[in-house]
Every structure is written in C-alpha cells, then in structure tokens.
T-cell receptor
Framework: GAVVSQHPSWVICKSGTSVKIECRSLDFQATTMFWYRQFPKQSLMLMATSNEGSKATYEQGVEKDKFLINHASLTLSTLTVTSAHPEDSSFYIC?????????????FGPGTRLTVL | EDKVVQSPLSLVVHEGDTVTLNCSYE??????LLWYKQEKKAPTFLFMLTSSGIEKKSGRLSSILDKKELFSILNITATQTGDSAVYLC???????????FGTGTQLKVEL
C-alpha cells in the first residue's frame, strides 16, 4: 500500500518551454501533497504544499507564477514549470499524505529529473 | 530558528558492521521525527517516532527518540551492500503538516 507515482520519470526540454509533472497516489486518498526539489548531493527542499481543492502554499523564495501547482482531486497533483531555464534543472519529488494515517507520514513518488537545455 | 543536524555526513563500513546514525534537532512545537532511506530515486519511509524511549524495529534497522536530549538514532546491524544509501531524518511540527529534512548521512557498505 501507500504507492505514489510520478510522470514523467525524466524530461529534457528547451529553455523557455513549460513542463508538467504529475503526481498520483495510487491506493490511497491524499488531501495534501507536497512538492520538493533536490539538487545533487543536497537534501530535499520543500517548494510548496498542495491541498485538494484550494490554492497551494508556497515556501519563501519559490515563485508561484513560475511553479504552478494544481491539486484537482484526492489522488492527483500537478506541477508545471513555466518558461523553464537551465537553472530549473533539478530532481523534483512529490509526496502524498495518507489521510488515514498520522499527519506527518508522507510517501514519496519516484521523482522526475528535469534537464533544461 | 528550527533546525535538524545529522551526523556523520558520510561513512564507509564493511559488510557485517553495525552503524549508528545520529539526528539532533531544535524544534519549536515538535510533533514527530521520521527516518527515510534514499537510494538513487526518492526517499522510502523507514520509521516515524513520536514518543521518547520506545524503540521501533524493522529487521536489521531500529530507531529510538530521546525528546529530553532532542535527538534520535538509527541503528543498522549486520550491514549489507544494499544498505548503501543516504539516510535522511526529518521533523514534523504541530504548526502544519510539512516536514523539514536534514542534510542526510551518506552510508557506503563495502564487501
């Protein structure tokens, strides 16, 4: 149980294009999902908290107009990197909170490696 | 300011050794401490600790929390090469549902 999927696993795009990443909880309902970014040899940095049916809460320093988050259902959240630039290249990971378990238990997707040329 | 510090930053051991990884924290409104294992992809959940002195165990891995001294340890006995990974600890607070991660301990287990 508690499986989270992400799509795509990796993506290469040209500078200036937009990229959408999907995060799905496969066998549980997730009222809250989280989006993280991880640079090589660094820890996970929380970008935003996504709540189903409401606007995402962004961490300080994260541009909400650049990283668009939509949480349309209890099993799906999407992150769109708009007008991507090489400095946006990173490993993006989502996690989902199982509403049936302790509030701090997050299950992670396999991540999406984004490379912007 | 809330913070979490892991030590050591990295270590190399031989198969069969026992290792202890440390996680100390200073957190206002602490609620839980979690351990994750990260190999090449995203972290996988190991343990969540909320109470002091109660050991959580899963196979060769175990963990305990000390809320008085503000730290947690993760023990791995009889290490195997498959234990090689980055081990992350994270804390949750009562102010919301987000987790804050430490920088991790890179463990390498050699034959």
């Amino acid at each position: 149980g508690a499986v989270v999927s992400q799509h795509p696993s990796w993506v290469i795009c040209k500078s200036g294009t937009s990229v959408k990443i999907e995060c799905r909880s496969l066998d549980f309902q997730a009222t809250t999902m989280f989006w993280y970014r991880q640079f090589p040899k660094q820890s996970l940095m929380l970008m935003a908290t996504s709540n189903e049916g409401s606007k995402a809460t962004y961490e300080q320093g994260v541009e909400k107009d650049k990283f668009l988050i939509n949480h349309a259902s209890l099993t799906l959240s999407t992150l769109t990197v708009t007008s991507a630039h090489p400095e946006d290249s990173s490993f993006y990971i989502c996690s989902a909170q199982d509403r049936g378990r302790h509030a701090d238990t997050q299950y992670f997707g396999p991540g999406t490696r984004l490379t912007v040329l | 300011e809330d913070k979490v510090v892991q030590s050591p930053l990295s270590l190399v051991v031989h198969e069969g050794d026992t290792v202890t990884l440390n996680c100390s924290y200073e957190v206002t409104n602490f609620r839980s401490l979690l351990w994750y294992k990260q190999e090449k992809k995203a972290p996988t959940f190991l343990f969540m600790l909320t109470s002091s002195g109660i050991e959580k165990k899963s196979g060769r891995l175990s963990s305990i929390l000390d809320k008085k001294e503000l730290f947690s340890i993760l023990n791995i006995t009889a290490t195997q090469t498959g234990d090689s990974a980055v081990y992350l600890c994270a804390y949750g607070t009562g102010g919301g549902n987000k987790l804050t991660f430490g920088t991790g301990t890179q463990l390498k287990v050699e034959l």
